[in-house]
Each structure stands twice: as structure tokens, then as C-alpha cells.
């Protein structure tokens, strides 16, 4: 019997340890899944936050461009320096203006100019000017002037750019069009420090859908995906999102998309889903190991069936325990509430009827659902039992309805209570209000974001000085990031303007408790100054202990700028009061002044102009002037018309009666009602006396203009005769050159029609090149230079261009037309120099053919000297041979056979002398005839012997093998070189043995 209760323990035991792994198994299994559905839905709203703060970026990158672009030019449509613009936009690489053409004016890159932009395809679409930043699509190249459209169906260029524009309204019909080129690697670097390329990408889409950035290189730029496609279906009815789907790789991916309210593109991040889950696996497949060990423990431990005694006396414990617990927590403040495991009420605790209003009586045995304030979905109440049954726990908040109706925050904590068969029991709530909590919470979320948008600077610094906090208005006055001026001391930002004695004043009141109030002049990060109205007041802590300094700090800028120009109109205005010598005065609808210049004070016989504010025309006037000033202004006052040109009496400091002329016009005020007069009166007595003179003399002056315009056209006509018969040209220009004047002797040399110059210019119509062709800078000429200094100048080595394009050689002389001081144009006179040039050249061409001549004949009496003196010596060489030897008959003969080749070596030298007058005279005849070169080359050997054998020098005759017997030609000619070289090489030769000679060829 012992052993089969044994067996059936046994039993009992290996089901219940089944059941457990099992169930154990299921929860993990169930658990994993609710993580990974968490984990992929905290990556969804990281996605959307990232997306929220890189579309933040973009957002404020795009509104600073669009300021820049509104400064490039103002409402005068001045164009600004646009260089220095571009400080403020890192992201900008150039800025420029658009003509109407669409054709750039002006920009900040010279190879911008004149480059058309086409703004077709900008976005939003436009067919009239519009004020607003408009976007266009990628463009490939680094600016204007060397881009081209990127096509979708190809690479994304190296380098590009995002071409944008603004339409600026100058007045009610003109507008001018500002164009920049933003680089788009700023913002692809910025977005790959938020999201690597390995865990996704970020994207901006147009409105239209076009891929404008990818931080993906792949991507084609200007197509539109299926992603793109399920987003623009999106943004019709929520401006930001995320969701799942497919991305063009093929992959899952977490999608997250913001649409700008401001700008037409969507910033849209995509993550890769099996990247966000990358630690959830990780951490799941660590999860099962362990799950796996302790389930091979707890199957291990099951076989201890003894065990389970002991788990039921520990279970009996704990649950004592839980009610000594429950006891003690029902004394509590917080709300206690116990339920079985149905959720009906069972006890709740005092504190519960202080927080709900419901007393026990009032509560037990109802269903916890009569606590419901109707302000939560079913899914909400769903989670709530589903965190309970899967954990045994709950814990958050939870809206409630009190017993009189209204609605409460409470922090509501739920914990199942397991009896002996491991089911539920009972549950134990925890209820605890937290309406004075989110109270605050809500307090402080408003001061938060009255501080984050407020239209003013606010820093608050610990009590050492050093920031700890700066708003976003802050960063925007001074250029400087939170991250940048956080420790950093407020004196960063300041000009150095306001004295040590300030800053004193200044730290005493704080430092006494007191608030100080006061401006500073202080620096932007970009070097530009501004004023701000300061208000700083010392924070301290319950304990009465100074924890921090608060500053308020209002840009006072313009303000004081147009308080400066205000007290510059003033005292301009002031001024011109007191200076001008007109009567000038302003009366209000009772005819009262409210000012005048100080010359219609002093006729009046006032000190200053102020002491007639308030007075009346009687007041300062005599009485018929005044009726008369009086009168006059009544239909002004009463219609609105203007009085003009009027001429009425008055009288001088001294009493004497004159003259003014006066224009009065009516001030209208809002209503549309005449509100006073404003009046000028000048003085025109003497205007009056001279007229009176004029009238006088014009009779006689009628006369005389008569008279003069007789003899001007007298001289007029004397000047025409002469210019009609100079025989030299002669011209007249004005001050710029152009033609006011030609003569007939001008318009024959020059080819022209007189019309076809007057009025041109002259430098362009007839010397528009130098004599070579080339052109001619107006510039570089000396005669324009003249013309335009008011100088006399003559020029003789230019030329003039005939009509029919041949140069004529001149000679020109400027003759200044001197007004006043100034030259008023010039009076040009020219001839023609061809056939001065041609005999000069003529004469120059002679001179150099007599210096060659006289060359030539220098060179000839040199080579004659050697000529000569080479026969000569061979005469007397020879002479002197058969003297020594007259008594051998066969010497003797030779010598003089030598002497007798010598003599006519030196006849035909004497020859060549006549040849070379015949060679001047071009009547020098050569032979041609057979020459036999063994003779020629003998005789020549002969003669020079003697002369080697007198420097002892070896001379011998080595012929070469193909030498010819013969040859076409002049002997003497051929004796006489080969002469000349010998006797050349025994003269320079000093001793020993010369081989002189070259095969022949």
C-alpha cells in the first residue's frame, strides 16, 4: 500500500513538474513576444523622435537660409555685400539675384553671373511671385554655373547642391527673386551622427514625393519608392508617423516619417528591423539558456518529492506574513483595496474612503469597475488585467472618478494573492492620489514651455556666475548653442563697453537681494553688436540660501536704434528751424503755432521760435496782415485745398513792408479731417525790384540780342567757309569722344559721308587699330587721353582706317575746347603722311643698301691683300731659287717656270679684281669646260712647295681612288680656292706633318 502511494506520488510529481515546464516555457515564450513587441515599438517612437529632431534641424536650417535670403536685398531693392551673408549659413555655398529674365544679376560666386535658373520645377508650385522659400531638386556640380539636372535613372553626383529661392515684394507690382545654393553633405554628415549606415537611413522627400537627400549612396536621387508612396498617402491625414513595412532592399524596416509645416519636404528615418532587434535576439536567446538550466534544476529537484513539505510550510509563513503585512498597510495613508479573485470588494482601508469619498458600507461588494472615470479605452482596463495575470502585478496610473463626480489622477498598484492550488485568491490594491503631484507637474510643464518660447533671453546662472541654463531665444540672440555657453561665465557675450563701477553697482544689489535693472552692450558669437534691457534677481532656496541668479533680457536693439535716429531727426529738424532763411511754421486747426523757423520768430520780434508755440497770427502780426493770412487759410481748413504760389505782404524785423511768396498745405488726420497747416513763405521783395528792372532794360535788350545774333551768324558763317576750305581734315568731338563736327577735306581722306560720323565715335569709327592690325583700346590711345584731360598733344605715327578698310598714315593734332576751366571736347586736325612715310622708308631701305655695300668692300680689299701677297711671294721665292742656282740650267729653268705660274697666278688675281667690278655690275662670265684636275692640282702643289718647304712642313698630294680625271668647269676659278686653302693651311700651320684631304664624294 506504502509503495503504491509511493508510485502515485511519483505520478502526481512527474505531471506537476510537466505542467511546470511547460507553463514555464508558455510565460517565456508569451514574455519574449511582449518584449519583442516592446522593443519594436520603443524603436518606432525612437524612430519618431529622431525624426522629430533632425525635421527640427532641417526646419530651422531652411528658416535660416530663408532670412538670409530676405537680407540679400531691401526694400529699396538695394542688393546687399552677399559674402558676408553667408557667416550666418555654414550650409550656404552661394547667394544671388535673379533678373527678371531669370538670369542671374548678382552673386556671392562670380561664375554665377549671367547663368540662367529655371524654377519650374521649384516646390510649392508657383505660376506668380510668391513670398515664400521655394525648393528645388538636386542638381549636380558645386554651384549654378557648371550644374545640371540629376537624373533619377542615374548615380547621385559627387557633388551637388539644393538650389532654393525667394520671391521678395519690393512694392505692390515689383518683386525681385533671391536664389541660393545649399549644400546638401551638411545635412547627410549631420544625419550619419544620428543613425549609422549599418542600422538605417535617413531620407528627405519632396511634397511631390521625389527623393531629395539619402544618406544611402545607392539610392537614386529624384525617384519616387514604394516607401515614398505609402508616405505621401500618410501625410494626407497625419503630418508625422511611423509604422513597418518593406523597405527597397527587400528588408523589414521601422519607418518613421515628419512632415514640415513651414517647408515642402518630409524627413522620413528608416531603421532595419533585424539591426533594432539585434540586442532583443541577443537578450531572448540568453533568456532561453537560462530558462533551460533552471528548468533541468527544477526537474532535477522534482524527484526530491520531500520538498514539497517544505514549500507548503514556507508558503504558510509567507502568507502570514502577507497579512501581518496587509494588517499594518491598512493603517496606511495610501488607500488600501482587497478583492477575491473576482474583483468584488472585499475591505478597503480609511485612507481609501478619504481618496475616493466612498465609505466601506458604500464599497464592499462591488465590482472595482465602479471606480471608472470613463476617460480610458477598453484596451487601457485590457493591459491592466493582462499585466496582472502575466506577472501576478500592476503598477501606474490611472484616471478615477471620485463619489461627487469629478475626475482624479491615482497611482494604483495591483498584487495577486495565490492560495495552497497556486491559483488566484484574492488581490490586494494600492490606491494613492496624485492630483496635487500632476498639479504640479503640469505648473511646471507651463513654466517650462513659457520659458522655452518666450520672446525674451533667459539665463540663469549658480551663485558663482556660471550658466546653467539659457533659453532658445537666448541662442538665437547671441549665436551661441546651449552646449557652447553651459559653466561658461555671462561676460562671454560682453563688449568690454561697460566699466568695472557698473558691474560693482550691479553685483551689490544682487548680492543685497534686490532686483537690477540696467541695459547692456554686448557682443554676438559672429563679433555684431546689441543692446538688451536686463532685469537680474537673486533665487534662493526655503532655507533663506542663495541657490541661483535669474536674468530677463529683452533685445533692445532696434529700439535704440530708432530712438538714436528719432533723436537725429530731431535735431535735424531742430536745426533746420534755426538756420533755414525761408518762413517755415506749422499751425494746428485753431491757427495756432506748433512751431517756425527762427527767421519768422525774429521778424515777429521773438528771441527763439519756441516762444510761438500757442500764438495766434493777431498775437504776432499786424491786424490787416493777420486778416489777411486768416482769410486765406479758411478754404483749407474747410476743403482740403492746397494754397500755391501765392504772393502776400509783410513786414521785416525793422518795420519795412516786402514781399513773400507762400504755398500752404492742409495736414489730414486719421479720420480723413483737416487737423492743421503747414506752410513755406519766402522772401521776394528783391525778386520783386529786379523784375521791375528787368522790365526796364527789356526793351533795350531785345535790341541787342538782335545786334548779336546778327553778328553771330556773320562769324558762324566765316567759320563754315573756313572749314569748307581747309585742305587738312578737321574734326571736333565732345568729351566723350563723339563726332560734332567734320570738314570735306576730312570726310574725302577718311571715305565717310559727314552724317554717316556726326554723333559717333571716333575712336571707334576711324582708329580703331594700330597700324599692324591689331586693336586699339580706346583706353590706350593718346589722342582720347588728351581729349579727355583737356591737353595738346600731335601724333605722328598712327594711322586712320579709310571707309573701305585701307589704313591712312596721319599726322594729328589735338586742340582742347577749354569751358570754365573744363574741357568741353577738342578740335582735331590730321593730314595725310603716305607719301612722307614712303620716301622716309625709301631713304631708310638706300641707307641700309650703302652700309652693306660699303661691308661688302671691306670684305673684298681683306681677301685681296691675302690674294695678291700669295703670287707675290711665290715670284719671289722662286726669283730667289734660280738666283741661287742660275749656274744649273735645270733649276734655273724650273724656277722660272714657277715664276712664270706665279706671274700668272697674280694676273688672274688682277682679274678677279675687274671680275668683282663686273660682279657689281652683274657682268661676271664663269666657263664651263672640261678641266683636267691632275694639272690643276700639280700647278697648285708647285707653287705652295716652296711656301711649306720655308716653314718646314712635309706638303704631298695623296689623290683619292675615285677621283675623277676630269670635271665641267672654270679652271682658274678651281686653282685659285684650291690656292687660297693650301696657302691657309701652310700659313697657320706652325711645324711637323698636316694631312689635309677628304675622299671624294
Avoid at 51 to 67: C, W
Avoid at 184 to 197: E, G, K, T, V
Avoid at 696 to 701: A, E, G, M
Amino acid at each position: 500500500m506504502q509503495k503504491q502511494s509511493t508510485h502515485h506520488r511519483g505520478i502526481a510529481f512527474a505531471l506537476i513538474a510537466a505542467i511546470v515546464a511547460l507553463s514555464t516555457i508558455a510565460v517565456s515564450v508569451y514574455s519574449m513576444w511582449r518584449s519583442r513587441t516592446d522593443t519594436i515599438s520603443q524603436q518606432l517612437e525612437k524612430t519618431a523622435l529622431t525624426a522629430r529632431a533632425l525635421e527640427d534641424h532641417l526646419s530651422q536650417s531652411f528658416n535660416i537660409v530663408e532670412r538670409t535670403l530676405r537680407f540679400a536685398i531691401d526694400e529699396r531693392g538695394v542688393v546687399a555685400e552677399l559674402s558676408p551673408l553667408l557667416r550666418h549659413a555654414a550650409y550656404l555655398r552661394s547667394l544671388a539675384l535673379l533678373d527678371k529674365a531669370d538670369s542671374i544679376a548678382a552673386s556671392s560666386t562670380s561664375g554665377n553671373i549671367d547663368t540662367q535658373v529655371a524654377r519650374t520645377d521649384f516646390l510649392p508650385h508657383a505660376s506668380e511671385p510668391v513670398g515664400v522659400l521655394r525648393v528645388g531638386a538636386l542638381r549636380g556640380g558645386r554651384d549654378f554655373y557648371n550644374s545640371s539636372l540629376v537624373n533619377p535613372e542615374s548615380p547621385t553626383p559627387a557633388i551637388s547642391f539644393v538650389p532654393v529661392s525667394l520671391d521678395i515684394q519690393l512694392n505692390s507690382s515689383e518683386w525681385r527673386t533671391v536664389v541660393a545654393a545649399v549644400n546638401p553633405d551638411y545635412f547627410l554628415n549631420f544625419y550619419s551622427q544620428y543613425i549609422s549606415p549599418e542600422l538605417g537611413i535617413v531620407q528627405v522627400l519632396r511634397y511631390d514625393g521625389s527623393l531629395l537627400l539619402s544618406t544611402d549612396e545607392t539610392q537614386k536621387v529624384g525617384s519616387i519608392n514604394t516607401v515614398s508612396k505609402e508616405i505621401l498617402n500618410r501625410i494626407t491625414t497625419r503630418e508625422a508617423g511611423q509604422f513597418e513595412a518593406s523597405g527597397e532592399n527587400g528588408k523589414a524596416a521601422l519607418i518613421a516619417y515628419r512632415a514640415s509645416r513651414t517647408y515642402p519636404f518630409v524627413l522620413v528615418v528608416e531603421l532595419d528591423k533585424e539591426q533594432a532587434l539585434a540586442n532583443w535576439q541577443q537578450e531572448a536567446g540568453n533568456t532561453f539558456k537560462i530558462i533551460g538550466a533552471v528548468l533541468l534544476a527544477a526537474l532535477a529537484l522534482a524527484g526530491l518529492y520531500f520538498v514539497r513539505f517544505e514549500r507548503l510550510a514556507r508558503k504558510q509563513e509567507l502568507d502570514q506574513e502577507q497579512l501581518r503585512i496587509a494588517a499594518i498597510a491598512f493603517e496606511s495613508q495610501e488607500g488600501m483595496i482587497i478583492t477575491d479573485a473576482m474583483a468584488v470588494v472585499l475591505r478597503v482601508n480609511q485612507a481609501f474612503t478619504t481618496i475616493t469619498g466612498y465609505s466601506a458600507g458604500e464599497s464592499v461588494g462591488k465590482d472595482m469597475n465602479f471606480l471608472k472615470s470613463g476617460k480610458h479605452s477598453p484596451q487601457f482596463y485590457a493591459a491592466i488585467r493582462s499585466s496582472v495575470e502575466s506577472t501576478g502585478a500592476f503598477a501606474g496610473e490611472i484616471l478615477n472618478r471620485h463619489k461627487d463626480g469629478t475626475i482624479h489622477p491615482h497611482f494604483l498598484g495591483i498584487t495577486a494573492v495565490y492560495g495552497d492550488d497556486c491559483k488566484v485568491s484574492h488581490y490586494v490594491g494600492t490606491l494613492t492620489d496624485i492630483t496635487a503631484r500632476k498639479s504640479a507637474e503640469e505648473s511646471l510643464l507651463t513654466l517650462s514651455r513659457a520659458v522655452e518660447q518666450s520672446p525674451v533671453s533667459i539665463v540663469i546662472t549658480d551663485p558663482g556666475g556660471r550658466i546653467e541654463y539659457v533659453n532658445p531665444r537666448f541662442e538665437t540672440a547671441t549665436g551661441y548653442l546651449l552646449s557652447e555657453i553651459i559653466g561658461e561665465n555671462p561676460r562671454i557675450i560682453s563688449s568690454g563697453e561697460k566699466s568695472s563701477t557698473e558691474y560693482r553697482e550691479m553685483w551689490t544689489t544682487l548680492i543685497s537681494g534686490k532686483t537690477w535693472k540696467g541695459e547692456f552692450h554686448n557682443r554676438r558669437k559672429d563679433g555684431t553688436l546689441f543692446w538688451e534691457l536686463a532685469s537680474i534677481s537673486p533665487v534662493y532656496s526655503d532655507e533663506g540660501k542663495l541657490i541661483h541668479f535669474v536674468a530677463v533680457k529683452e533685445d533692445i536693439t532696434a529700439r535704440k536704434q530708432a530712438d538714436e535716429k528719432i533723436r537725429e531727426l530731431n535735431r535735424d529738424f531742430v536745426a533746420f528751424l534755426e538756420n533755414t532763411s525761408d518762413f517755415i511754421y506749422f499751425k494746428d486747426k485753431s491757427s495756432r503755432f506748433r512751431f517756425c523757423s527762427q527767421t519768422m520768430a525774429k521778424i515777429t520780434g521773438h528771441a527763439s521760435w519756441r516762444d510761438m508755440i500757442g500764438k495766434h497770427d493777431r498775437e504776432v502780426f499786424p491786424e490787416e496782415t493777420a486778416k489777411i493770412y486768416s482769410e486765406e487759410e479758411l478754404p483749407i481748413f474747410h476743403d482740403g485745398v492746397p494754397l500755391l504760389g501765392r504772393v502776400d505782404p509783410y513786414f521785416d524785423e525793422a518795420g519795412n513792408p516786402g514781399w513773400v511768396s507762400t504755398n500752404k498745405w492742409p495736414s489730414i488726420g486719421d479720420d480723413g479731417k483737416v487737423i492743421g497747416i503747414f506752410g513755406i513763405s519766402r522772401d521776394v521783395t528783391a525778386a520783386y525790384k529786379v523784375q521791375e528792372e528787368l522790365e526796364q532794360h527789356r526793351h533795350h535788350l531785345e535790341a541787342l540780342v538782335k545786334q548779336r545774333t546778327t553778328a553771330l551768324l556773320a562769324t558762324e558763317a566765316r567759320a563754315s567757309h573756313i572749314l569748307e576750305s581747309s585742305a587738312d581734315g578737321l574734326y571736333g568731338v565732345d568729351c566723350k569722344g563723339m563726332v560734332t563736327f567734320i570738314n570735306p577735306a576730312a570726310c574725302l581722306l577718311l571715305g565717310y559721308r559727314p552724317e554717316e560720323t556726326i554723333g559717333r565715335s571716333a575712336h571707334a569709327l576711324f582708329h580703331h587699330s594700330k597700324p599692324d592690325g591689331s586693336p586699339f583700346p580706346i583706353h590706350e590711345c593718346p589722342g582720347h587721353d588728351a581729349v579727355l584731360r583737356g591737353h595738346e598733344t600731335r601724333i605722328d605715327n598712327e594711322v586712320y582706317w579709310h571707309a573701305d578698310g585701307h589704313a591712312v598714315p596721319v599726322m594729328y593734332a589735338i586742340h582742347p575746347i577749354i569751358q570754365d576751366g573744363e574741357s568741353s571736347g577738342a578740335v582735331i586736325s590730321f593730314v595725310d603722311m603716305s607719301e612722307q612715310r614712303a620716301a622716309a622708308q625709301a631713304r631708310e631701305r638706300a641707307l641700309v643698301a650703302a652700309e652693306n655695300l660699303a661691308r661688302v668692300r671691306s670684305e673684298f680689299l681683306a681677301n685681296m691683300s691675302h690674294e695678291i701677297r700669295t703670287p707675290i711671294n711665290g715670284v719671289l721665292g722662286y726669283a730667289e731659287i734660280g738666283y741661287r742656282n742660275y749656274q744649273n740650267t735645270e733649276k734655273a729653268r724650273n724656277a722660272f717656270e714657277k715664276i712664270l705660274v706665279s706671274g700668272n697666278r697674280l694676273l688672274g688675281v688682277i682679274n678677279d679684281v675687274l671680275d668683282f667690278s663686273k660682279v657689281e655690275a652683274g657682268k661676271l662670265h664663269l666657263e664651263r669646260t672640261t678641266v683636267a684636275l691632275n694639272g690643276v692640282t700639280e700647278e697648285v702643289i708647285e707653287v705652295g712647295n716652296e711656301l711649306a718647304m720655308a716653314k718646314h712642313l712635309d706638303l704631298r698630294l695623296e689623290r683619292a681612288p675615285n677621283l675623277p680625271q676630269t670635271c665641267l668647269g672654270d679652271p682658274l676659278r678651281i686653282g685659285q680656292i684650291l690656292l687660297n686653302l693650301l696657302s691657309n693651311a701652310v700659313k697657320f700651320y706652325r711645324d711637323g706633318q698636316r694631312h689635309a684631304g677628304s675622299p671624294y664624294s
